[in-house]
């Protein structure tokens, strides 16, 4: 009599084929993840180096940077396998001439791609200080125009809210999420007033925009989880004129702005535990 396969106690059967298929899949999940990660940084490489040479010898062109960033966009987006669509039905663009400061919800690092793909002109990004120190990257970003914020330096982010009325009165529009830091969950977080501030100052028209699915791609909370083929929405709403508002009552500017974001991004406007805006510091 052939001796029968005997199940360890407490073990299924079938238990070790499930173990090993589960294995394997995290294997190929994880080495697809480097395989992505490794062309992203070879596409991130092949624009920055380029552009810093051009800095070191004076031969810097702003319109170049701003074909780069493009095609360093676009060519994430295809690595990733995502598809992006774009509903603007009354072809808003910033306008040459005219200071603008575009303002987004912020879920996912691929925010920034997906921004640069879907809106024509000339622009730079208000960006977090700590961008400043990935190697490469962020010495690329700063010679490209591109302003890093320390909100934990006053004297600093008012230098870095100066720098964008320079580079508005030069004609790039300014990209920021109001909330300042990537969303967690399905809320948008609390509003921050120093982008309302700038447009105030410089007159500025604000274009809304409500970002969906960026989440589902490259999760806030988990760097090492990231999903292909994944489709985002991008919806631009109508320019809002801050001609009509004034510091005194830029806290109707900031609602405002806040539905329009929370419509087109089909989030809620309220945040949970969100004090009052005129609460919140600048």
């Known amino acids: 009599m052939e001796p029968s396969e ?46 810093i040479l051009e800095a070191l010898t004076g ?6 940077a701003n074909g780069r960033a493009r095609w360093w966009s676009n060519r994430l987006l295809r690595l990733v396998g995502a598809r992006v669509e774009v509903s603007n039905p009354h072809g808003i663009h910033p306008v040459p001439g005219r200071a603008t400061v575009i303002m987004s919800n912020h879920a996912s690092h691929f925010d920034i ?48 809210m100066e720098q964008a009325r320079s580079l508005m009165r030069d004609g790039i529009a300014i990209w920021l999420s109001p909330e300042g830091t990537r969303a967690r969950g399905q809320t948008m977080g609390p509003f921050k007033k120093g982008g309302f501030m700038l447009a105030l100052q410089t007159g500025a028209d604000i274009i809304p925009v409500g970002i969906v699915g960026t989440q589902r791609i490259l999760p806030p909370e988990n760097f090492f989880h990231m999903q292909r083929g994944e489709r985002v929405m991008v919806r631009v709403g109508k320019p809002i004129d801050t001609s009509a508002y004034s510091v005194e009552n830029r806290d109707a500017l900031i609602e405002r702005v806040r539905s329009e974001i929370a419509e087109l991004s089909h989030l809620p406007a309220d945040h949970p535990g969100e004090p009052p805006t005129t609460q919140q510091s600048p």
Request: charged share 25%; net charge positive.
């Open 6 to 51: 005997q199940t360890q106690p407490g073990e299924a059967a079938g238990c070790r084929v499930v173990a090993t298929s589960r294995n394997l899949g995290l294997a190929v999940g994880r080495l697809d993840w480097w395989t992505t990660f490794l062309r992203v940084c070879v596409a991130t490489v092949r624009v920055c180096v380029p552009t």
């Open 59 to 64: 031969r810097y062109d702003r319109s170049v």
């Open 113 to 160: 791609p997906v921004i640069y793909s879907a809106i024509d002109g000339s622009i730079r990004m208000l960006a977090k200080k700590e961008l400043r120190l990935i190697p490469i990257f962020g010495f690329a970003l700063k010679i490209s125009e591109f302003i890093f914020v320390d909100r934990a330096n006053h004297d600093r982010a008012m230098e870095a």
